[in-house]
Structures are given as structure tokens and as C-alpha cells.
């Protein structure tokens, strides 16, 4: 069993690793933006099973919402305002994405229950237990996490905070319409 | 176990890949998305050496990372918009407007 286990796990990890580059080949090689962003998608929800195969659940999730929910969201946006005049009205992309989509996130599903699965068999065996410990007790990945980063990486946490109020800033300036004139030909714009 | 090794080649892979695209594509969006495969690589390999060291550092690191990564998204896509506002293009080439 164990030694089935550990096949297991490389055959698990080399079928993800194929994914993912297949995926990052075709965010670079695919033409159409969409579909560039699709397979980048798909790459982010790999590399976030592969978080999980190395005991990062808490990254994982945040992989899957950060990249897969917020900065997908936001290229897709970008794409969908900047390309409009190639767009067909009514364009018939989404539908014949569907099924697809449906597929994917079903595989997703099972390979993050898989990989889950794999990770309470591996800590069987004294892995990954480090990543769960706080104060001595195992409780969870977050838990230490957390843990970790409220107190030993305190400072580097509201740096990181300033970082993200400065790119907001920016992207507000970058973003407004006057941005893209002259100096003073904003003020005439109301 | 799965080595470390693996983690480290396939992240190797992913950054060839990114920087391939970052130096490819004329497509500032593209440009952005191989920008954001290197991102990827790189939390890889972290997460990777913390589950090798059995150190938590290594996933505080990549959350600081994947921070940087959603603020650079940001201001690049920004920086898009305010492109195509200016020049009504998103190719690389024809942002050339500080050229002498």
C-alpha cells in the first residue's frame, strides 16, 4: 500500500506537472486573448492542486481565489473592454466553452480530492507535519500560517499593505480619463 | 515522496515559459499574463523548499508574493487602459511615445 501510495503520488504530480506546462504553452503561444487567459486559467487551478500536493492548502485556496477569481476576473475585464470592436455582438464563445468549463472544473474537483486524500495518507509518515504545528499543537495549515505571519513577519505584512494602497493609487490614476491627456486639458472634462 | 528536484524543474519550465512570452508576444495583455506564469514559478519553488525545509516561511514568502503579484496586475492593466485610451492599440511596438 505504501509503495502504491508513493507511485501514486508521482504519477499524480507528473500528470499535473504535464497539465500545467501544457497550459503555460498555450497562454504563450495561443492568439485569441480570451483564450491566451483561459489557459492561463487553467495553469493558476493546477499550480493550486500542486500547492495541496506540497501541503500548502491554505495557499492553495488563496491561489484559487486570488489568481483564479480576482486577477482572471480583471484580465478577462481588460480583454473584454479593450477588444470590442473585434468582438461579433453576441459572440458565441461562451457557449462552446461551457461544456468544457463544466469538464474542468469537475477534473479540478477530483484532483484537489485526490490530492487532499494524498496529503492525510503522507502525513501518516511525518511529512508535512512542520506546516501544521503551532505551539506544539498540529491544528491546521492556516492556523500555522496565520500564526507565523502575525508574529514573526509582522512588519513585512503592513509593508506589504503600503504596497497595495500605493497600486491602488496608481491604478486609480492609471485608470482615470484624464490621465490619457495633456497637463490641464483634464480640468475642462467634467 | 516527490523530490524537491521535480518541484524545481517544473518551475524552471514555467519561468522558461514565462520569460519566452514576456519576450515574444507584442500583445501587452499576453505580455502580462506570462508576466503573472513567472509569478507562478516562482511560489512554486517557494512552497516547494517549504515543504523540503518543513518551513513555514517559505508560504509566508508566497502570500507576500501572490500580494506583489495582484498589485502589479493592477497598475499593468491600468497601464493597458491607458494605452489603448491614447493610442487605441495594446502591441508593445506602437507604445513609443518617449522615443527621440
Known amino acids: ?190 | 515522496m516527490i523530490d524537491a528536484n521535480n518541484y524545481i524543474a517544473l518551475s524552471l519550465i514555467l519561468f522558461c515559459i514565462g520569460i519566452v512570452g514576456v519576450m515574444v508576444r507584442r500583445n501587452f495583455i499576453t505580455v502580462l499574463m506570462s508576466l503573472e506564469l513567472m509569478f507562478n514559478a516562482v511560489n512554486l519553488n517557494l512552497i516547494a523548499f517549504s515543504f523540503r525545509l518543513s518551513d513555514l516561511a517559505g508560504q509566508v514568502l508566497a502570500i507576500f508574493v501572490i500580494t506583489v503579484a495582484a498589485a502589479e496586475a493592477a497598475i499593468g492593466l491600468g497601464l493597458i487602459i491607458a494605452l489603448v485610451r491614447l493610442k487605441d492599440t495594446v502591441a508593445l511596438d506602437d507604445a513609443d511615445l518617449m522615443r527621440g
Open chain 1, 1 to 190: 500500500m505504501d509503495v502504491l501510495a508513493a507511485n501514486f503520488a508521482e504519477i499524480l504530480f507528473y500528470t499535473l506537472a504535464v497539465l500545467t506546462v501544457a497550459g503555460a504553452v498555450g497562454v504563450v503561444t495561443l492568439k485569441n486573448p480570451v483564450h491566451a487567459a483561459l489557459s492561463l486559467l487553467f495553469t493558476f487551478l493546477m499550480v493550486a492542486v500542486l500547492f495541496v500536493l506540497s501541503h500548502a492548502e491554505f495557499l492553495a485556496a488563496v491561489q484559487v481565489l486570488v489568481y483564479a477569481g480576482g486577477i482572471m476576473v480583471l484580465f478577462l475585464f481588460v480583454i473584454m473592454l479593450v477588444n470590442v470592436k473585434k468582438l461579433a455582438p453576441g459572440a458565441a464563445f461562451l457557449s462552446g466553452i461551457a461544456p468544457l468549463a463544466v469538464v474542468g472544473g469537475v477534473l479540478l474537483g477530483v484532483l484537489i480530492a485526490v490530492a487532499v486524500l494524498f496529503g492525510v495518507l503522507a502525513a501518516g509518515n511525518g511529512d508535512g507535519t512542520a506546516l501544521r504545528m503551532v505551539d506544539g499543537h498540529e491544528i491546521g495549515n492556516t492556523e500555522a500560517v496565520g500564526a507565523v505571519l502575525y508574529t514573526t513577519y509582522l512588519v513585512p505584512f503592513e509593508v506589504v499593505s503600503v504596497v497595495l494602497l500605493v497600486a491602488m493609487i496608481g491604478a486609480i490614476v492609471f485608470g482615470r480619463r484624464s490621465a490619457a491627456l495633456g497637463p490641464g486639458e483634464g480640468e475642462t472634462q467634467p
